[in-house]
């Protein structure tokens, strides 16, 4: 249903009212989305926590049985009539602490081939200085678009229009 435009201030403020009222429902309805919510994670909370305390309880086993469940190591899974279990190994990972210091010192004892740097396109400068830019294809330089917003009174959510969209926003509190 396309609502009226209003003709007056009296159907204005009643059109106000009406948006007031809805966004009103649809926050009553996200409160209680939220209590359902919170029940609902936490039964699944206690299933991961109950199938993380199974899955442990089955690698045991597996570990105490992995050549019969392997065959003598002949095969990495197993087939078991509700499931297929089995052995990875993960790949060789690297992790960097304190990415600063290991770039300083791979720099000092002259292993910059182990750095690499990533370039990109500084999008302040291009905002800075956008009548240099404005010719290269590939980069598109947006004006601030004027938003008009309608928050009623007392509520926490607010309808922003941006030219052609539409979308609910939660207001941010300060």
């Given at each position: 249903m396309?609502?009226?435009?209003?003709?007056?201030?009296?159907?204005?403020?009643?059109?106000?009212?009406?948006?007031?009222?809805?966004?009103?429902?649809?926050?009553?309805?996200?409160?209680?989305l939220d209590r359902i919510g919170l029940g609902i994670r936490k039964r699944i909370k206690n299933l991961k926590e109950k199938i993380i305390s199974e899955a442990e309880n089955v690698l045991v086993f597996s570990e105490i049985y992995r050549q019969e469940l392997t065959e003598k190591g002949k095969h990495k899974t197993s087939k078991r009539p509700s499931s297929e279990l089995g052995w990875r190994k993960t790949p060789p990972a690297v992790q960097i602490k304190n990415l600063n210091y290991v770039v300083e010192?791979?720099?000092?004892?002259?292993?910059?081939?182990?750095?690499?740097?990533?370039?990109?396109?500084?999008?302040?400068m291009i905002l800075?200085?956008?009548?240099?830019?404005?010719?290269?294809?590939?980069?598109?330089?947006?004006?601030?678009?004027?938003?008009?917003?309608?928050?009623p009174r007392g509520a926490s959510t607010e309808i922003i229009i941006v030219k052609g969209t539409t979308k609910f926003q939660a207001i941010r509190k300060k």
């Open positions: 396309i609502p009226k435009v209003p003709k007056n201030y009296e159907e204005f403020d009643r059109l106000l009212e009406a948006v007031g009222k809805n966004i009103a429902v649809v926050e009553e309805l996200n409160r209680e010192q791979l720099k000092k004892i002259g292993l910059s081939d182990f750095i690499i740097t990533k370039e990109q396109p500084d999008k302040r800075k200085n956008p009548e240099v830019i404005e010719k290269l294809k590939g980069v598109k330089i947006s004006k601030g678009a004027e938003m008009f917003f309608v928050r």
